[in-house]
């Protein structure tokens, strides 16, 4: 056989931007330091019987104070870029009014110890993390305008350093888990009219901010959204099963990321709907359409889809079996095609100029071993399989430009606690001690290389 033993090119291209990711509410702490106030992940997590444990994100990782620590971590990954997010109510304690300057200090000493270690930040201005004192939360069409009016000045402040501004993180999780499901804070159960009252309320936020960043912005700014977008994978690679991914992720995504890239609510959302259809305003979609200068993915978990002519839509989703493979959290299977096919179906519904992954990787039954190890090689597996996704991705031609990590080190997996742990650094959370994982070291090697190993 000629060409036995003749490697493939599985390189990323040559200024491909490799990161990690955390969140504000996930790794600080000191929620009661330097004037911040109370959002409603506190009012939540000291609820009992809302997290697993009684857990809360009181000490989390500590990283209030231990951000040198933290960065130091990142440096000796090799990586170019990193994502965080700003709470909210360190900066404006009541949401809104006047701001509190120490609040912004600490994420001003962060920001300077991350370009000082040669690291660009990628700042997310909202993961969850909502002042409690905005009264009614995302259900008061005033946040929105909170949000906007927070965001801007967000930018005006740091746009002298950051480069990339992430409006909202996963517009799923904080409308319908909080508001719908009820398993995230506030903890609602709204009925339909509610819950898409509060999901326009959600895109119309990340509009409002995107413009307010641009507005108060300096320089050569780029503002984009994190989403969770719910990917369908063909089942097959045909072009019928490829049309049927297509309509089904531009369909059931209908009030957020469809809503953000055409700027309207598409007709089968809004007949589907019907007298539960959310008030709009004039103006609104427009705002919500405001052009984006990337669009950044979270992916993890699939669902297979395929054409199905027996039923109006023509497309089917395939259930996942009790015996589907999926990581430590019972939500999140695995199937690494939805990297490829995610990039792929984004690009050609709406053709971003850039898009990121703004968060992938996977919760695992992180254990050290007698000699403090944790040979986590489940992660690794994941990791791999998803990465051969995305490289197939950047192969085939489409415009992903960087890949963010979930996460850099454990953390407060919301109403997980600290039962899930999705780092690549152990974290004891009796001793804040951080411990790289195997997959560290082969992240780490992935970067150096820039292809798969
Ligand atoms: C994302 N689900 O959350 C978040 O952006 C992170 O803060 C989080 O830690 C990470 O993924 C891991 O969970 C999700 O139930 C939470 O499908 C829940 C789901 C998806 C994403």
Known sequence: ??????????????????????ASYQIEGAVN?????????????????????????????????????????LK?????????????????????????QKGLDYYNRVIDALLA??????????????????????????????????????AGKLSDRVRHFITVNEL????????????HAPGLKLPPAGINQVRHHGVLAHGLGAQAVRAHAKGDTQVGIADNTSFFVPVIETSEHIAAAKKATREDNAMFLTAIMEG?????????????????????MATIGTPLDFVALNIYTPTYVKADPSVPRGWTPLPHLPQSPRMASPWLYVGPEVAFWGVRLTSELWNPKSLYISENGCSADDVLDAQGRDDDADRIMYLRNYLGQFQRATAE???????????LMDNFEWADGYTKRFGIHYVDFKTQQRTPKLSAQWYKELIRRNALV
């Not at 992940?41 to 009684?54: E, L, Q, R």
């Not at 799923?172 to 398993?183: E, K």
């Open 33 to 73: 330091e330097d004037g911040r106030g109370a959002s409603i992940w506190d009012t939540f997590s000291h609820t009992p019987g809302k997290v697993a444990n009684g857990d809360t994100g009181d000490v989390a990782c500590d990283s209030y104070h231990r951000y040198r620590e933290d960065i130091a971590l």
């Open 117 to 154: 270690a040669g690291i660009q930040p990628y700042v997310t201005l909202f993961h969850w993390d909502l002042p409690q004192a905005l009264p009614g939360g995302w259900q008061n069409r005033d946040t929105a305008h909170a949000f906007a009016d927070y965001a801007g000045y967000m």
């Open 1 to 22: 056989n000629a060409i036995a033993g003749t490697p493939i090119d599985r390189s990323f291209p040559k200024d491909f931007r490799w990161g990690c990711a955390t």
């Open 172 to 183: 799923r999780c904080f409308t319908d888990l909080s508001y719908q499901v009820g398993i």
């Open 264 to 284: 309207r609510y598409i007709d089968s959302y809004l007949a589907a709907a019907g007298k539960d259809a959310p008030k709009v305003q004039a103006g609104d």
């Open 76 to 100: 000796n990954l090799g990586v170019g870029v990193y994502r965080m997010s700003i709470a909210w109510s360190r900066i404006f304690p009541d949401g809104r009014g006047q701001p509190n």
């Open 397 to 407: 031609g489409y415009p992903l430009h960087g890949y963010f990590l979930w996460s």
